[in-house]
């Protein structure tokens, strides 16, 4: 008993993955509203992302927050009090995430016990090197649903997304991070 139902679970768990994989392949772009948790401080906002490794996302809060990659830097722009902050995006486990060819490879059917399923959410699990990045999708729609990680000051990080639109026209003007005299 115990033999099939894993046999089921790792067939279940290689269709949802090629089902995922499908739907990023489909996927250029996505536009979102996101709730932000890290540790107990929590943000709002919308984003936009375009692949590869590109990302803006606007934070409705006093500093004016916004983090934006384009593709080599990740800046943290606090607009208000006309502040960045610069980061190699290869230092970032963000990176993971806009990389979609890197969840595309991860996403093997090899790797199905990194996979969990409930009727609610699929979580699966990427790593690399020593950072473990779980990244959510909608069940039915396969669609992002959030990521957890640590950030880049060892912070968790819980990132859920909603309102998810994909394929939209996003102008490559969209991640210029801005100069600050």
Partial sequence: ???QNSY???NQAKITINKIKK???ETNSLSFNFVQKINDKIEIGRCLIKYPKLMHCYYDNKAK?????DGYTLAIYKKKYNKIYLYPLITVSLKHLLDK???LKELSSENH????????????EVYNKKQKIVVSFTPGTFDLLGWKTTDIFQNDVEFTVYDVKKNVIIEESEFKIPKID
């Fill in 65 to 69: 927050k916004e983090l934006i990659s």
């Fill in 23 to 25: 739907n990023l392949i």
């Fill in 8 to 10: 089921s679970f790792q």
């Fill in 101 to 103: 060819d890197f969840i």
């Fill in 113 to 124: 016990k990194r996979l969990k399923i409930t009727d609610k959410i699929i979580e699966f």
């Fill in 1 to 3: 008993f115990s033999t």
